[in-house]
């Protein structure tokens, strides 16, 4: 069981401006924000300065708070500080982590930075510079391979984010609501490494972090925030900008939301959406999805799921999409798949996918396989490319964690390898931002060249074709645009997918599977008609899909 590491030495003060304790738990701390006033206190000797105010922490409903300890590598620690960084697209968490133990180099108090983004948690340190020169962020691409430190990273985003806020005690001062560039690499090892650029204002070198992907139940973590905090959830509603319906969220993180009763979609991520009266950007879906737009699991449904290793956890339906294959000029097959957005408040977010080949779970990837020609390296495993692809988001409804684009594109790829595993590589174009399936809430950036225009972007449905005959089409698709910049993407990611059937499930409740290929037939005049001229619409072959059960009882978000 964790315990609270007791420090040696602790130093406490009163706030200069309301006269409330505050404490230091570091000698090496040179901040803290009180948590009375949220006065910005710099610690010089014995004194306390007060050099500004924090801005108020937006409430996200994390399952983490100051005081909460565990356990990271044997070594005990506490979470004393929290940065709340924001973006474009949300916000995500740094928490300071200070140990019990020292750094075993200079016997310097050690500390650390466990990030939180949607439910994906990353533990990470800083670390000394490579000794290539970091890179300028408009050096990266993203999806590219950059050398640092002997090893091979893989460029996951770069980013222009925002301090917002601060609480607890900090390590450096904080410069708030100054934009800066944050970088995220990953490698073959499930590694993270994020290059921190600071404002321009700062003048200083880059920051380099290197850190590993991990689950909350790792940390043995105890002092965590009641569960009963995400019940007040129940009370934030707003209205419609379409219709004027009331329409409940449900979820702290959710960037866009769907009406129950127009199934407009309400973007909740713009800047100043969350204040009282603000006017919400939104869009009206073309129609009404496949099957009437009823999922075949209903949104709110909670159930016992087991995704990969972690065993089970009980999962709810929160977000509901359509989606079909991009086909090129004379091409005769298309594909639809639907996927059930799934949340667990400490493992995050995951999906359950129904395709024409069944049913499979899909959780993402903290580190980057390593890909060389067709062939994707993973832990040891080898896969080898099956398909690449252009997909569409044709209807959704429910709640996301990430801000949605009427008719979203994406660049997908494919790889198959031992056991029934598979690999999914995603890449959004320029300006988007799509995450599904199973990709983390963040972190979207410019590309450096114009995406191709609308006429080009068609590519390769999912096919019988050899795997080969698939990327040669998938090339071909691109006639004006270098292979070299058609890797520039606002964001890549990967995620790992396996199949699934009801013996992984709780009980059988839902509708019958046959139902399913009903709902595909519906679904290819909707999605052809959103492909444009050059998509060619056919009758969807029926095949065999287990469907896998979920319990049908109310829970307390439902």
Same mark, same amino acid.
């Given at each position: 069981m964790a315990t609270d590491p007791s420090p040696q030495r602790a130093y406490r003060a009163a706030c200069p401006n309301c006269g409330a304790a505050v404490e230091f738990r570091s000698a090496a701390s040179a901040l803290a924000v009180c948590s009375y006033c949220r006065s910005t206190l710099l610690r010089e000797g014995d004194a306390l300065r007060r050099i500004g105010q924090s801005a108020e922490l937006?409430?996200?409903?994390?399952?983490?708070?100051? =005081?909460?300890?565990?356990?990271?590598?044997?070594? *005990?620690?506490?979470?004393?500080?929290?940065?709340?960084?924001?973006?474009?697209?949300?916000?995500?968490?740094?928490?300071?982590?200070?140990?019990?133990?020292?750094?075993?180099?200079?016997?310097?108090?050690?500390?650390?930075?466990?990030?939180?983004?949607?439910?994906?948690?990353?533990?990470?340190?800083?670390?000394?510079?490579?000794?290539?020169?970091?890179?300028?962020?408009?050096?990266?691409?993203?999806?590219?391979?950059?050398?640092?430190?002997?090893?091979?990273?893989?460029?996951?985003?770069?980013?222009?984010?925002?301090?917002?806020?601060?609480?607890?005690?900090?390590?450096?001062?904080?410069?708030?609501?100054?934009?800066?560039?944050?970088?995220?690499?990953?490698?073959?090892?499930?590694?993270?490494?994020?290059?921190?650029?600071?404002?321009?204002s700062e003048g200083r070198p880059p920051r380099w972090y290197v850190g590993r992907g991990l689950q909350l139940a790792e940390l043995t973590l105890s002092g965590l925030r009641e569960d009963g905090s995400t019940r007040d959830l129940k009370g934030r509603t707003l209205a419609c900008p379409s219709c004027g319906a009331s329409v409940a969220v449900q979820l702290d993180s959710t960037q866009s939301i769907v009406c129950a009763q127009c199934h407009a979609v309400v973007d909740l991520g713009a800047p100043g959406a969350q204040g009282a009266g603000a006017d919400l950007k939104h869009y009206a879906q073309d129609t009404p999805g496949v099957a009437g737009?009823?999922?075949?699991?209903?949104?709110?449904?909670?159930?016992?799921?087991?995704?990969?290793?972690?065993?089970?956890?009980?999962?709810?339906?929160?977000?509901?999409?359509?989606?079909?294959?991009?086909?090129?000029?004379?091409?005769?097959?298309?594909?639809?798949?639907?996927?059930?957005?799934?949340?667990?408040?400490?493992?995050?977010?995951?999906?359950?996918?129904?395709?024409?080949?069944?049913?499979?779970?899909?959780?993402?990837?903290?580190?980057?396989?390593?890909?060389?020609?067709?062939?994707?390296?993973?832990?040891?495993?080898?896969?080898?490319?099956?398909?690449?692809?252009?997909?569409?988001?044709?209807?959704?409804?429910?709640?996301?964690?990430?801000?949605? *684009?009427?008719?979203?594109?994406?660049?997908?790829?494919?790889?198959?390898?031992?056991?029934?595993?598979?690999?999914?590589?995603?890449?959004?174009?320029?300006?988007?931002?799509?995450?599904s399936p199973g990709r983390p809430a963040r972190r979207s950036t410019p590309t450096c060249c114009s995406r191709p225009s609308s006429s080009t972007t068609a590519s390769a449905p999912r096919c019988?074709?050899?795997?080969?005959?698939?990327?040669?089409?998938?090339?071909?698709?691109?006639? =004006?645009?270098? /292979?070299?910049?058609? /890797?520039?993407?606002?964001?890549?990611?990967?995620?790992?997918?396996a199949a699934t059937t009801a013996a992984s499930c709780a009980a059988p409740t839902a509708r019958p599977a046959t139902s399913i290929r009903v709902a595909r037939a519906t679904a290819a005049a909707a999605c052809a008609a959103r492909a444009g001229p050059t998509a060619v619409s056919a009758p969807v072959a029926a095949g065999t899909s287990k469907l896998p059960s979920i319990h049908q009882h109310r829970s307390d978000a439902s």
């Open positions: 937006f409430d996200d409903h994390s399952p983490l708070q100051l =005081g909460t300890a565990g356990r990271w590598q044997g070594a *005990a620690f506490t979470l004393v500080g929290r940065l709340q960084v924001r973006y474009a697209g949300g916000s995500w968490n740094e928490w300071h982590a200070l140990f019990d133990s020292a750094d075993p180099t200079d016997a310097a108090p050690r500390s650390g930075w466990l990030s939180e983004d949607n439910g994906g948690y990353v533990f990470g340190f800083e670390a000394p510079a490579p000794p290539e020169a970091l890179p300028p962020p408009e050096a990266l691409r993203v999806g590219a391979q950059q050398v640092l430190g002997r090893e091979s990273w893989s460029v996951a985003s770069v980013t222009t984010a925002r301090l917002g806020a601060a609480e607890g005690e900090l390590p450096f001062v904080p410069v708030l609501e100054r934009a800066y560039v944050v970088a995220e690499l990953r490698n073959a090892r499930g590694e993270v490494a994020s290059i921190d650029y600071g404002p321009a737009g009823e999922p075949l699991i209903a949104l709110g449904r909670s159930g016992t799921l087991t995704l990969g290793a972690g065993g089970p956890l009980p999962w709810q339906v929160v977000g509901y999409v359509e989606r079909c294959t991009l086909p090129e000029a004379g091409d005769d097959e298309q594909s639809f798949w639907r996927e059930y957005l799934l949340y667990n408040r400490q493992a995050g977010f995951a999906f359950l996918v129904d395709a024409e080949d069944g049913w499979s779970w899909v959780r993402p990837l903290t580190g980057a396989p390593q890909v060389s020609g067709a062939t994707a390296r993973w832990q040891g495993d080898s896969y080898r490319e099956i398909y690449r692809y252009s997909g569409q988001i044709t209807y959704v409804l429910g709640e996301f964690y990430w801000r949605l *684009a009427r008719g979203e594109r994406t660049r997908n790829t494919d790889y198959r390898g031992p056991g029934g595993k598979q690999l999914n590589r995603e890449q959004t174009g320029e300006g988007g931002d799509a995450r019988s074709a050899t795997p080969s005959r698939c990327r040669q089409r998938a090339s071909a698709a691109w006639p =004006g645009c270098s /292979s070299s910049c058609c /890797s520039l993407w606002s964001s890549s990611r990967w995620c790992v997918a």
